[in-house]
C-alpha cells in the first residue's frame, strides 16, 4: 500500500487530536486529584449536618437490620414518625442516652406510629428484639461504666444493633445541655486522664477517650458548642480512629429538609497515649466510627466479630449546638 502526502496530512489530525486529549485528561486527572486530596482523601466517609434533601419523606422506615435514618435532629414540638413495612411486628424502644426509657411503641407489620417528645435531650430508639441497651463496668476503673446501645446475643443480626439516635433541640439546634454541665452522677468513677473521681471527662476542655480493655468511646454522647476543641484521647493498647459514619441524616420536621455537606477528615488515635483534637465548625449531629473496629452495615454499624465478641459498636455521638446562644 502507498502513501500519499494528501493521506499522511489526514493521519496527522486526528493524531494531534488525541495527543490533545490524552494532555487534557492528564490535567482534569491531575487537578481532580489534587483536589480531592485536598478536600477529603476519605469521599464515602462525608457526612452531613441540617436537614435532609427532598426524597426524605419525614418518616423512619424500619428496615429489619436497622432503621432509613440513624441520625436524626427533631425540633422540639414536632412530631418523629416511624413506619414498619416488615412482616413482623416491631417493639421500638426509645431511651435517654442513659437509658431511661422514654416511650415504647408496638408497631404491627405494615403499620405506623409516632412519637412527640417532650424535653430536650439525646434518645436512641431501636427494636427491643434484637437490640437492648447495655452497660458495662470499665475495666481497671473505680466503677466507670460505659452505656450504649448493643445487639442482643440473641439475634439474627449479632453484633449489630438495630437503632438510631434523635437529638431533639429547638429551632436553632440547641437546647440541650451541654457535656459541660452535667453533674458527677452522669459520668460516675475515676477518669484515667486526671485519676479524679467526680467529672471525669467533661471539665474544660471537653474530651472524648477510648479507656483501656474496652471497645468503645467515653462517652458515647458528647454535648458541645460548636468552634469548641473537642480532645480525644486513647488509653488502650491498640490503634482506634475517629471518622464520620455514611448516615447523613438531619431532620427539621417542619416541611423544609435540606442537606449540607462537610467535609471531615478522619483521625487515628494511636494506642497507648494517642490523641488528637477535632473542632466543629457548624452545627449538627456527627455520629463518628471507629473504622478499625466497626463498619457501617444494613441501615447500621457492625462490630468486627474478632475482639472476643466484645458486642459494642465503636461509635460516638457529638451533637454540636450553635457558638452562641440564640
Ligand atoms: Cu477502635
Redesign the pocket.
Known amino acids: 500500500m502507498s502513501t500519499t502526502p494528501g493521506s499522511r496530512k489526514n493521519q496527522f489530525w486526528p493524531l494531534l487530536s488525541l495527543l490533545i486529549l490524552i494532555i487534557a485528561g492528564l490535567v482534569v486527572g491531575w487537578v481532580y486529584m489534587d483536589l480531592s486530596g485536598r478536600v477529603s482523601p476519605h469521599p464515602q466517609q462525608s457526612f452531613w449536618t441540617g436537614k435532609k434533601g427532598s426524597e426524605w419523606t419525614g418518616i423512619i422506615r424500619f428496615e429489619k437490620t436497622g432503621f432509613s435514618q440513624m441520625n436524626v435532629q427533631l425540633i422540639l414540638g414536632s412530631t418523629l414518625k416511624f413506619s414498619n413495612p416488615s412482616q413482623k411486628a416491631l417493639d421500638l424502644k426509645i431511651v435517654t442516652w442513659r437509658g431511661k426509657v422514654a416511650s415504647e411503641l408496638h408497631i404491627p407489620a405494615g403499620g405506623k406510629a409516632q412519637w412527640i417528645p417532650k424535653t430536650y435531650g439525646v434518645y436512641d430508639f431501636y427494636d427491643a428484639t434484637t437490640t437492648t441497651f447495655g452497660s458495662f463496668t470499665i475495666p481497671g476503673s473505680d466503677g466507670e461504666r460505659a452505656y450504649q446501645v448493643v445487639a442482643r446475643k440473641s439475634s439474627p443480626y449479632y453484633p449489630a444493633p438495630a437503632y438510631g439516635v434523635v437529638a431533639v433541640t429547638n429551632a436553632n439546634g440547641g437546647g440541650i445541655p451541654l457535656s459541660s454541665h452535667y453533674g458527677p452522677h452522669e459520668v460516675p468513677g475515676v477518669s484515667t486522664l486526671t485519676g479524679k473521681h467526680f467529672r471525669p471527662f467533661m471539665n474544660q476542655p471537653p474530651w472524648i477517650e477510648v479507656p483501656g480493655g474496652t471497645?468503645t468511646f467515653k462517652p458515647w454522647v458528647v454535648v458541645i458548642r460548636a468552634d469548641t476543641p473537642l480532645q480525644l484521647y486513647n488509653y488502650d493498647g491498640?490503634d482506634?480512629?475517629f471518622f464520620p459514619g455514611v448516615y447523613p441524616v438531619m431532620l427539621d420536621d417542619h416541611g423544609r429538609i435540606n442537606f449540607y455537606h462537610v467535609s471531615f477528615q478522619g483521625i487515628v488515635l494511636h494506642k497507648n497515649g494517642g490523641r488528637g483534637q477535632i473542632m466543629f465548625h457548624r452545627p449538627g449531629m456527627y455520629h463518628i466510627l471507629?473504622t478499625?473496629?466497626s463498619y457501617p452495615w444494613g441501615f447500621t454499624y457492625k462490630s468486627h466479630h474478632f475482639f472476643g465478641g466484645f458486642p459494642y459498636i465503636?461509635d460516638v455521638i457529638v451533637i454540636v449546638e450553635p457558638a452562641k446562644r440564640a
Open positions: 471497645m491498640m482506634h480512629s471507629c478499625i473496629h465503636m
